[in-house]
């Protein structure tokens, strides 16, 4: 049987990671909005680009349809992780229609506290060549501070990440727009607040299970 995983959890909780792990682990593709967003070609890009280059957020008609035509392709076939989408309950009803002749939606949700998703966001850095990241706080971190392992280039602070005023801002809107979505789906609650593979392994047995019940 197909996996159609989600992974929600405000930001700082992992998803990403925990979403490159496990599609490795299982063989599925891993969809992240945001490269999703940057690997789009010919018309598409273009007109994800006059949007993008003006600072106006691409609208959930043209995020849906490139979703769409991406759900589609020969590698999502085994199964698919959508990492940062659908952030809000709009998107997920969208969503829900686009994959209702595939089957269910299993959503994970990594949980972790406000206070921990503040203390991980003030401490990420990133890699602008190869968009590498890192964090002081918990891993991974970087063997040299400031300077990508892989690089060895000055690592960069996104500005949203910068301050208590923007990351606190960030988690206000995570609550408001992404619970709606947690109670419309039957989401299973993972810890996040523990090591990488131990998130990893909860998020195995929480998929087997679902598995089991299909």
Not at 62 to 78: F, S, V, Y
Not at 100 to 117: C, R, Y
Request: charged share 30%; aromatic share 6%; with cysteine.
């Amino acid at each position: 049987m197909s996996l159609r995983l989600v992974f929600i959890g405000v930001q700082g909780s992992g998803k990403g990671t925990q979403a490159k792990v496990i599609s490795q682990k299982l063989g599925i593709a891993h969809i992240c909005s945001g490269d999703l967003l940057r690997q789009t070609e010919g018309e598409l890009k273009k007109e994800v680009d006059s949007y993008i280059n003006s600072g106006k957020l691409v609208p959930d008609e043209l995020m849906l349809r490139i979703l769409k035509e991406r759900l589609g392709r020969e590698d999502c076939q085994m199964g698919f992780i959508l990492d940062g989408f659908p952030r809000n309950i709009e998107q997920a009803k969208e969503l829900d229609k686009i994959v209702k002749t595939q089957g269910f939606l299993d959503v994970i949700n990594i949980d972790i506290s406000d206070e921990e998703a503040r203390k991980r966001m003030i401490g990420r850095w990133n890699c602008k060549k190869c968009g590498t990241a890192y964090n002081i706080v918990t891993e991974p971190k970087p063997s040299k501070e400031g300077v990508c392992d892989k690089c060895n280039l000055p690592l960069y602070q996104r500005k949203d990440d910068s301050s208590e005023e923007a990351v606190s801002k960030r988690i206000e809107t995570y609550h408001s727009e992404t619970t709606p979505v947690i109670k419309h789906y039957n989401t299973v609650k993972i810890n996040g607040e523990q090591s990488i593979d131990e998130v990893s392994e909860d998020i195995l047995k929480a998929i087997k299970m679902l598995q089991m019940f299909r």
